[in-house]
């Protein structure tokens, strides 16, 4: 046959070699990835607004939630986080609650 065959003619034991270059360079790709593109990235749902554990948002709601501050100061905070993130955090229209 070829050069490549193996003894009785088969493909021989480099074909495995094959699928694991392919998983290497899918491995390779996705860290590269991870590591400079997706990084910080919190996703599309979240348009850009931090959500995490820490964000403004969470420490507002933790701190009206644990009474340090009452329902106006919350809204009204609340109101200058929608100015700054240019979108209406609290789910209706922009002339809701105040």
Known sequence: MGELAWDGGGP???IVLVPLVWVAVVATVVTVLRRTV??????????????????PITVLGRRFAAGEIDEDEYW?????????????????GKGGAA
């Open 38 to 55: 997706w990084r910080g990235r919190s996703g599309p749902w979240q348009a850009g607004v931090a959500r995490g554990e820490h964000s």
């Open 12 to 14: 021989g034991p480099w």
């Open 76 to 92: 009204r905070r609340l109101s200058v986080l929608d100015e700054q993130f240019g979108r209406d955090l609290r789910g209706g």
